[in-house]
């Protein structure tokens, strides 16, 4: 699953000429779901008029050749709730909700915040938990209290905390599907009986993330080893500035849009843009 990047013109608009090759380059690459302005897509900065256009042309492009999960969270849960319902109202096939950032809720507070939403959206919802952006951290037992609620299906699961994934995996894995949001970790975590991951990697290297995911999750680890080896430089070269921006900036070289990001974001620096070439290259991907 692609987290994807959002392509944006020079003066920050959504780039639909871009969306719809980038749409087209993976679903011709393998990729199995393409997640919407998620973080990667530079959620943050969006309007919700924007978000939702985003979503929409999305959903268009894809013409229902695989599913299409949006990105529906918020520290508000008036908010989370508004954009779930538009999301659904627009054709996507589930929601991936982070969690309440910046407002730090309590244990009790994060469970009735996504119950809250689950009983009032009937569409499948993925919750996502990434402490380090959110400075709040979905306990496995809140976890395991929310895999009861029926249309809530999943968790991504950021935290590159194998332990963490275990635990998930032991509590509510037979109620709860868990895929991993951090590539470096996702193969171990997908051998674990982890069900997938939502990558950012894949929006450069689509055909071997889904080649990877098909072997992990098959159990085959030399398979998955001998695809992931080449793509662990990149796995971590992606993260040597905030997300996306290391992303953008490469997906701009393989010729998918601009190298805008909204603001406060700003393009990769250029000390960074060696380091993040080799590793392109180490990866297969000719700039």
Request: hydrophobic share 45%; charged share 25%.
């Amino acid at each position: 699953m692609v987290a994807l990047i959002t392509p944006m013109t020079e003066v920050g608009d959504i780039d639909n000429e871009a969306l719809e090759a980038l749409v087209a380059f993976h679903i011709e690459n393998g990729t199995d779901v393409i997640v919407a302005m998620g973080t990667t897509g530079e959620s943050a900065t969006f309007s919700h008029k924007d978000h939702r256009e985003a979503v929409k042309q999305i959903i268009k492009y894809v013409a229902g050749k695989i599913p299409v999960i949006a990105g529906t969270g918020s520290n508000s849960t008036q908010e989370a709730l508004e954009l779930t319902k538009a999301a659904k109202e627009d054709g996507a096939d589930g929601v991936l909700l982070v969690a309440p950032y910046y407002n730090k809720p309590q244990q009790e507070g994060l469970y009735q915040h996504y119950r809250y939403i689950a009983e009032r959206v009937a569409i499948p919802q993925l919750l996502y938990n990434v402490p380090g952006r959110t400075a709040v951290d979905i306990l496995p037992e809140t976890v395991e209290r929310l895999s009861d609620i029926s249309n809530i299906v999943a968790i991504k699961e950021a935290t590159g905390d194998l332990e963490r994934a275990k635990e998930l995996l032991e509590r509510c894995g037979d109620r709860l599907d868990v895929v991993s949001g951090d590539d470096a970790t996702a193969m171990e975590l997908m051998l674990l009986g982890g069900k997938g991951n939502i990558s950012v990697t894949a929006n450069v290297v689509p055909a071997q993330m889904h080649d990877l995911c098909v072997a992990a999750l098959a159990g085959d680890r030399q398979k998955a080893e001998e695809i992931n080896a080449p793509l662990l430089d990149l796995h971590s070269k992606l993260f040597v500035e905030s997300n996306p921006v290391p992303v953008k900036w490469l997906m701009h070289k393989m010729g998918f849009g601009s190298n805008t990001l909204r603001l406060p974001l700003v393009p990769l620096a250029e000390e960074h843009q060696a380091v993040v070439a080799k590793a392109a290259q180490k990866a297969g991907i000719v700039l």
